[in-house]
């Protein structure tokens, strides 16, 4: 990442600029708690829990709990009909501060099979799984498996000297496969009647996985070598980056979840300007007046579409998938770069089994 050392920053801010700055930020702090999110359900999903551990004794299938919805949605494309899946951690809210309401550990108490993206994403909702969960039930941290030590990446939001890896990795298509297939092997194990039903599904997520690896990597391919460079809010794009050959050039949100300092904020702009970047993304999950003043200032694009863990549309819509997630994220990426999504112009993001799908993903 390009960060100049602070100590030499206000050689290239002038005061007034510093202390117009200052006060933006006086203002922002009022709104800093925005990107936490709810951390709570309502009466609704506990119902819907309810009605699923009612419909899990009377079929047989595994009760399977999940987090974060692309991890949802990779189990819910592999399990398909065969499993009932209750996905945790409601749409839209910041996964790193989710504290789980009691309505989790009764899912977690009832559930067979627990799919966390580990890597210490979700480590309160880890904690009481350890705590309410039957004997023989099984916790699978997918993130954990499916890549080791050596590939783990830090940058901004998750310093190295802090020992968290960034744990966003199904930003990599690949990596999202690997989730797949951890998830398809813990699911034939427990349920091996229903096996090669889990393995079809995997192998068609497979085959959408492999177009939409391809499609990316030819739509980045049309945008210019000068502009192949990221500047989020949230560190959500390091292991995305990495696969398709871009660069991470910087973080707005410090590694304590907190509003950035002034001096960290002037730092981007002047970066901005030296860099000439057409766009900068902010998130659908993590809201940032900071980042849209950062723009403006250096006057590149605010896109605030990018989505990190928010599903689009609602359950039911083609699109309310993790194949869903990642077709519109580079919709919105691509152009805001200077390049073109043509390559993904045909791609089905939609669920890769028929019939009615059990998930259920809390609002």
């Known amino acids: 990442m390009i960060f100049r050392d602070p100590g030499t920053l206000l050689q290239h801010i002038s005061t007034a600029r510093l202390g117009w700055l200052g006060v933006i930020f006086l203002s922002l702090m009022l709104s800093a708690t ?4 709810s951390s709570s359900t309502d009466g609704s999903d506990a119902s819907k829990t309810a009605e699923a551990s009612a419909l899990s004794e009377s079929s047989g299938a595994i009760k399977v709990v999940t987090t974060v919805s692309p991890i949802t949605s990779i189990v819910e494309n592999i399990g398909g009909t065969k499993i009932i899946l209750d996905g945790v951690v409601p749409e ?8 789980p309401a009691p309505s989790v550990a009764r899912s977690i108490a009832e559930a067979d099979l627990i799919v966390l993206n580990g890597l210490r994403l979700e480590e309160p909702t880890l904690e009481m799984a350890r705590a309410n ?4 039930a099984v916790i699978l941290s997918l993130g954990d498996q499916a890549i080791s030590k050596d590939d783990w990446r830090f940058d901004f939001t998750f310093p190295e000297a802090n020992g968290q890896p960034n744990p966003h990795l199904w930003p990599d298509p690949m990596l999202a496969l690997r989730y797949a297939e951890l998830v398809q092997q813990q699911l034939a194990e427990m349920d091996p009647s229903n096996a090669d039903y889990y393995a079809a599904n995997l192998e068609i997520f497979r085959q959408r996985i492999d177009e939409l690896d391809q499609g990316i990597a030819t739509a980045v391919a049309t945008i210019p070598q000068v502009n192949r460079k990221l500047l989020t809010y949230h560190d959500s794009w390091a292991y995305f980056a990495l696969r398709y050959g871009m660069d991470v050039i910087g973080a707005v949100q410090p590694s304590n979840f907190s509003q950035p300092s002034v001096k960290e904020v002037a730092e981007l702009i002047d970066q901005l300007n030296e860099l000439k970047l057409p766009a900068v993304f ?9 980042l849209e003043t950062v723009a403006k200032e250096s006057g590149a694009a605010f896109v605030d579409d990018l989505r990190d863990d928010d599903l689009p549309g609602g359950p039911g819509d083609p699109r309310h998938s993790y194949l869903g997630l990642m077709l519109e994220n580079m919709e919105f990426m691509i152009p805001a770069l200077g390049g073109t999504v043509d390559a993904l112009a045909d791609f089905d993001p939609s669920l890769v089994f028929s019939g009615t799908s059990t998930a259920n993903y809390p609002q």
């Open 282 to 290: 902010g998130s659908e999950v993590f809201p940032s007046d900071v």
């Open 92 to 99: 839209g809210v910041n996964s790193h501060t989710f504290a």
């Open 133 to 136: 969960k039957k004997q023989e």
């Open 34 to 37: 925005l990107a936490c999110g």
